[in-house]
């Protein structure tokens, strides 16, 4: 197997939460030279300085400075969450069971979270020494399941069952012996007293490699740690250009991004704007002269429903890097932008294809539109193709994440010049 693949792998498994995630990232930003900024200190920025900053443990943002001036700034946005169910404040529900109320967090497929074990992984605050403080927290083992109703006593399972949130999809703890027993047990793990937690659902299932030609990889949240770990690969796998190359992952994605870590917020825009004021530069010229992809796993042509597709633009697992167009923008790939990507993946020698909804089914939106609410560039909406989006075991292309991984480590290592009609050039 790829050594990259493995990897990927490894990240996967090892990021059961968004913290996990993020923090794995910034992990892997840290052993590469990077050094981590704290947004409340004053930031001394050096040329040939690499950076990274991390805003409530879910969203990280990563930059390098060129030696000498720089032009613009060639931007991704990835995201951290995924589809899930969250944990509950007063979460026990007691009686002749102990089970867990939750809330779900995206939107999800309630089908396949049912029947696994499961665990639990987010963040808590523990009451410390000194003073009140965040950590990761997961419970790695088989802790919790979902059980279905037997087929004998809910006849329409197979026939378009209307899943309710409030009464079907509660976790089941232990017995009534188990009361009070789960609040003791993250307590045990966290090392003290417990005053707030984001903590969530995750399934114990770890990524795999499979098909007759081990073609296919599959995971909880592909959908969008796989683009997150790639464009991470690329960005530190770049050339030195004189563009500042920006690393961008963020939260919430799957909830609309308005959050005070997500794309909606004003992170980037902060980042950016501190960048300028320590070298000296203009942020409105260094936007006229930017670019942003934002990496979003997409849709593939379903193989037992293939009408679902549009019917010239569908995208198939091992066919290369998906640009997404959408004309009411909530994709806002656009000609330039579209040419850009082109010419990106021409010259990493990896394959494009095009996406766009059937015209009658419409899709979701992501977090390139979102961002151009606070940082106005040319974008890109790319992504890989996947089946069972927002399951919790999605499926994707082990050749596809490759690709991801070259496309982005040429475009962080490109020299790129707009003219104001939308002409570029790609150095």
């Known amino acids: 197997m790829d050594k990259r693949v493995e990897k990927l792998m490894a990240f996967l498994d090892a990021s059961p939460s968004v913290y996990h995630a993020a923090a794995n990232l910034a992990d892997e930003l840290k052993s590469a030279g990077y050094t981590l900024l704290q947004e409340a200190e004053d930031w001394h920025l050096v040329p040939g300085g690499k950076y990274c900053v991390m805003r409530g443990g879910s969203a990280v943002i990563a930059f390098r400075i060129p030696e000498g001036k720089a032009r613009g ?62 950590k990761l927290l997961n419970i790695d083992k088989d802790l919790l399941l979902i059980p279905n109703v037997a087929i004998h006593m809910n006849r329409q399972a197979n026939d378009g069952y209307k ?17 009070g027993k789960f609040q003791a047990l993250l307590e045990q793990e966290a090392g003290g007293r417990i005053l707030g937690h984001d903590l969530f659902l995750y399934i114990r299932q770890k990524a795999a490699v499979w098909g007759i030609d081990d073609e296919y990889i599959s995971s909880a949240a592909l959908d969008d740690l796989e683009c997150a770990w790639c464009c991470t690969q ?35 825009e902060s980042v950016l704007e501190r960048i300028c004021e320590q070298l000296g530069l203009s942020l409105p010229r260094m936007l006229s002269q930017s670019f942003m992809i934002s990496a979003d796993n997409g849709h593939a042509l379903h193989p037992n429903h293939p009408e679902l597709a549009d019917p010239t633009n569908a995208t198939l697992p091992g066919g290369g ?93 490109s020299g790129l010049e707009f003219s104001g009609d939308g002409s570029f050039l790609l150095k």
């Not at 899943?163 to 009361?179: I, R, S, Y």
């Not at 656009?334 to 899709?363: H, W």
């Open 163 to 179: 899943w309710n949130p409030v009464t079907d999809v509660l976790p089941l703890l232990g017995g009534k012996d188990a009361k």
């Open 73 to 134: 700034f060639l931007m991704s946005a990835s995201h951290s969450d995924r589809p899930t169910f969250k944990i509950k404040e007063n979460c026990e529900l007691t009686g002749s069971y102990t089970r867990l109320a939750v809330e779900r967090y995206g939107g999800m497929l309630i089908a396949p979270w049912l029947d696994r074990p499961l665990g639990v992984a987010g963040r808590v605050l523990v009451e410390t020494e000194n003073g009140v403080q965040s």
């Open 321 to 413: 890097v998906v640009l997404k167009f959408n004309a009411a923008q909530r994709y806002c790939t656009d000609g330039v932008s579209a040419a850009v990507l082109r010419k990106v993946c021409e010259k990493a020698g990896v394959g494009v294809q095009t996406y766009c909804n059937r015209a009658d089914i419409p899709g979701g939106g992501t977090l390139g539109n979102i961002s151009l609410h606070h940082v106005s560039v040319p974008t890109a909406d790319i992504g890989l193709a996947q089946l069972a989006m927002h399951s919790c075991y999605e499926t994707a292309s082990v050749s596809d994440a490759l690709a991801l991984e070259d496309a982005m480590a040429v475009y962080y290592g």
């Open 234 to 268: 690329g960005f530190l796998a770049a050339k030195e250009t004189e563009e500042i190359p920006v690393l961008c992952v963020f939260n919430n994605e799957e909830v609309g991004s308005s959050s005070n870590e997500g794309a909606a917020s004003n992170l980037l």
